[in-house]
């Protein structure tokens, strides 16, 4: 199945740039591997230039501002940046600007100030709906500065995106997937899950030194990332990214000290669920799967989800269905999330959403 490609996104990276205060967990400059707050003009016309280089058959561009609190700068470094990108809209180089914020700073004042100029997508790092959880984080707002600002944002002709996280301080399994729910019930378009590292230089570093806060072992963070990823599918919510990305600092155990890391946690979630999907159509047809080998067909690119790191999910297969013998296939008219059971001349359909 041929889907349309994606739009090169330009990411431009402005660590704690906007931010009121530091959050508990935040230190964006591990995450971001910039050091500098905000880069100069020279480094973002360098940076859209090497990118435009990769455009390939794209059609659409975008220049992302990540890592920051956009609408917190300053209204001048605001407009500065906003009319730096005017001459690249004009020539059609660039078709559209997206930056992650706070809710508490998207108000009618700061959606106005951004109204001429061809915002494409707004995130909002929302990291919980539970305002106890909120409050042990040090976020600084409360779940009603994300109703508000999601209000105000469905008002105007944008993409709107939740950034939410796994393992934050005060936050269980109910209080977790209660948030979840919640989040995907003010419908967003898309969204990411994070799981929560203890980071060089945040306030968590103190806290887990003091034995106050215990990071979740990757186990349990992909588990809970799992059912977070099919509550926000079932209300019909892209998960576009589970997992930080990897970098040479996020792989220095100086600089993430503790917590889930792992370079492609997301495929992690997407294995578990191929996994999953796979015992509940055995089990609750078992009598269609009665011969000795199995054919399990996928496409061509979700093998690696199906048999799972190292092969685990295969390992585990034939532990739990000893009398079966595995065999993967593949078939690119299939859905990336879709799986065929063969067994004999019957067949069985299921979905890893």
């Known amino acids: 199945m041929n889907l349309p490609a994606k739009p090169l996104v330009i990411p431009v990276f402005i660590p704690h740039s906007g931010c009121p205060h530091q959050c508990a967990f935040c230190n964006q400059s591990v995450i971001t591997s ?5 880069p100069c003009l020279l480094d973002i016309e360098e940076s859209v230039s090497q990118y435009l280089k990769f455009k390939g058959r794209r059609e659409k561009v975008e220049i992302a501002f990540f890592g920051g609190n956009f609408l917190g700068l300053s209204r001048e470094t605001l407009i500065c940046l906003l009319d730096y990108i005017k001459p690249y809209i004009r020539e059609n180089k660039i078709h559209g600007i997206r930056f992650s914020t706070r809710p508490d700073t998207i108000t009618q004042e700061t959606l106005e100030l951004i109204s001429p100029y061809p915002i494409s997508a707004v995130e909002i790092g929302v990291q ?6 909120l409050f042990a984080s040090k976020r600084g707002h409360t779940s009603l500065d994300i109703i508000n600002a999601m209000a105000r944002l469905k008002q105007i002709p944008v993409k709107i995106g939740v950034q939410v996280m796994v393992g934050l301080p005060k936050d269980d399994e109910t209080s977790l997937f209660e948030s979840t729910r919640k989040i995907a019930g003010l419908l967003p378009d898309f969204a990411r899950i994070y799981p929560l590292m203890v ?3 945040s306030m968590m570093e103190k806290w887990y030194a003091q034995g106050r806060y215990q990071p979740l072992d990757l186990p349990e963070a ?3 990332a799992k059912e977070m990823y099919r509550i926000f599918r079932a209300a019909g919510i892209d998960v576009i990214r589970m997992g ?4 040479d600092m996020m792989e220095d155990p100086s600089m993430v000290l503790a917590g889930p890391w792992h ?3 997301g495929h992690l979630v997407f294995s578990e669920m191929m996994y999953d999907t796979v015992c509940e159509r055995i089990d609750r047809c078992p009598d269609l799967y009665r011969p000795e080998t199995l054919v399990l067909t996928v496409h061509s690119r979700s093998v690696s989800r199906l048999r799972g790191e190292k092969n685990s999910n295969m390992k585990k297969l034939n532990i739990k269905y000893p009398g079966h013998e595995f065999i993967t296939r593949t078939d690119d008219d299939l859905d990336m999330d879709d799986i065929e059971i063969h067994g004999c001349d019957k067949i069985n359909k299921g979905r890893t959403e």
């Open 222 to 224: 992909t588990r809970l």
């Open 199 to 201: 980071l060089k230089g």
């Open 263 to 265: 370079p492609a946690f």
């Open 244 to 247: 930080l990305q990897a970098s």
């Open 128 to 133: 919980s709906m539970n305002d106890k959880v």
């Open 34 to 38: 910039k050091k500098l707050p905000l």
